[in-house]
Nanobody
Framework: QVQLVESGGGLVQSGGSLRLSCAAS???????MGWFRQAPGKEREFVAS????????YSADSVNGRFTISRDNAKNTVTLQMNSLKPEDTAVYYC?????????????????WGQGTQVTVSS
C-alpha cells in the first residue's frame, strides 16, 4: 500500500492560479495516478490522470484547458497546476493511485488515497 500526501491547497481569488502536489511513498510504474475532488454535499468527481511510465494525460471536461497534470518520477510526485480558477472549483482535492494501467474516471478503480487538501476560490 502506497502513502499519498497532498499539499498546496489554500484560498485564492477567482481567476487566480494554484499548484497542488502529491508525494508518493513509492511508485508503481505500471499504474496510473489521478486527482479527484469533492465539494460539500456533492459526490466525488474525477479531475485528471497520468501514468507513471507514460506521457499521455486525461482530464475532465469541466477543467480541460485550465488544469494540467504532470509528474516527476525522480521525486515520486504528481502535480496539478490549476489556472483560471472559478468558485465552482472549490472542493477538497484528493490524489489517488489506480489499480493498474487505466485512465479511469471511476473512483473505485483507484486503491490508495491521500487525505486531501482544501481549495477555496472566492468570487
Amino acid at each position: 500500500q502506497v502513502q499519498l500526501v497532498e499539499s498546496g491547497g489554500g484560498l485564492v481569488q477567482s481567476g487566480g492560479s494554484l499548484r497542488l502536489s502529491c508525494a508518493a511513498s513509492r511508485r508503481t510504474n505500471t499504474h496510473a495516478m489521478g486527482w479527484f475532488r469533492q465539494a460539500p454535499g456533492k459526490e466525488r468527481e474525477f479531475v485528471a490522470s497520468i501514468m507513471w511510465n507514460g506521457d499521455s494525460t486525461y482530464s475532465a471536461d469541466s477543467v480541460n484547458g485550465r488544469f494540467t497534470i504532470s509528474r516527476d518520477n525522480a521525486k515520486n510526485t504528481v502535480t496539478l497546476q490549476m489556472n483560471s480558477l472559478k468558485p465552482e472549483d472549490t472542493a477538497v482535492y484528493y490524489c489517488a493511485q489506480a489499480r493498474g494501467p487505466v485512465y479511469s474516471t471511476y473512483q473505485y478503480d483507484y486503491n490508495d488515497w491521500g487525505q486531501g487538501t482544501q481549495v477555496t476560490v472566492s468570487s
